[in-house]
T-cell receptor, first 111, second 110 residues
Framework: DGGITQSPKYLFRKEGQNVTLSCEQN?????MYWYRQDPGQGLRLIYY???????QKGDIAEGYSVSREKKESFPLTVTSAQKNPTAFYLC??????????FGPGTRLTVL | KQEVTQIPAALSVPEGENLVLNCSFT??????LQWFRQDPGKGLTSLLL?????REQTSGRLNASLDKSSGRSTLYIAASQPGDSATYLC?????????FGEGTQLTVNP
């Protein structure tokens, strides 16, 4: 069953903690993306990767970090430097400039 | 920098009505334009992708058009149903990234 999986579905973070959101795809896509969505708003790009071992900052990369050691995996770490991390996080993948396919999302809440 | 705007922000219609959602973008050098559907608390589902060389795409009751010269795209939904209730997002693809509008929240009333 091909697709994109994200885990966990819900995540709670205490002040000062780093947390890592998982994103895995078995679509054999080269490109992967992380977006943040706040209530009533569209998606904003955090980081993207077009190939293994390479990634670029999006529009709101401050306080986030990523790695792309494997083609199928693109984890996102929300660091303590991100002052307002409560949001819905969406991962996507694509074959370049083609259709992007999205995972089910992770809802992060700061306690 | 690409900017995408969607009008209206919210729309409520009775079942069976035909409706149009609007999307405008500032950078005419887009590769393609994509329409998505998002149900509450869920990820995005791709509905239609219009390549820059195309003017429209159709899938079932959905038809999306693209006019690069005017910087506009429309999503037409025929014979709307309560199951069409969701947020609809358009996104312009330029460079290696998508830029999203804020979405139109559609409610179809039985």
């Amino acid at each position: 069953d091909g697709g994109i999986t994200q885990s966990p579905k819900y995540l709670f973070r205490k002040e000062g903690q780093n947390v890592t959101l998982s994103c895995e795809q078995n679509l054999n896509h080269d490109a992967m993306y992380w977006y943040r969505q706040d209530p009533g708003q569209g998606l904003r790009l955090i980081y993207y990767s077009q190939i293994v071992n390479d990634f670029q900052k999006g529009d709101i990369a401050e306080g986030y970090s990523v790695s792309r050691e494997k083609k199928e995996s693109f984890p996102l770490t929300v660091t303590s430097a991100q002052k307002n991390p409560t949001a819905f996080y969406l991962c996507a993948s694509s074959t370049g400039a083609d259709t992007q396919y999205f995972g089910p999302g992770t809802r992060l809440t700061v306690l | 920098k690409q900017e995408v705007t969607q009008i209206p922000a919210a729309l409520s219609v009775p079942e069976g009505e035909n409706l149009v959602l609007n999307c405008s973008f500032t950078d005419s050098a887009i590769y393609n334009l994509q329409w998505f559907r998002q149900d509450p608390g869920k990820g995005l589902t791709s509905l239609l992708l219009i390549q820059s060389s195309q003017r429209e795409q159709t899938s079932g009751r959905l038809n999306a058009s693209l006019d690069k010269s005017s910087g506009r795209s429309t999503l037409y939904i025929a014979a709307s149903q309560p199951g069409d209730s969701a947020t609809y997002l358009c996104a312009g693809h330029s460079g290696s990234r998508l830029t999203f509008g804020e979405g139109t929240q559609l409610t179809v009333n039985p």
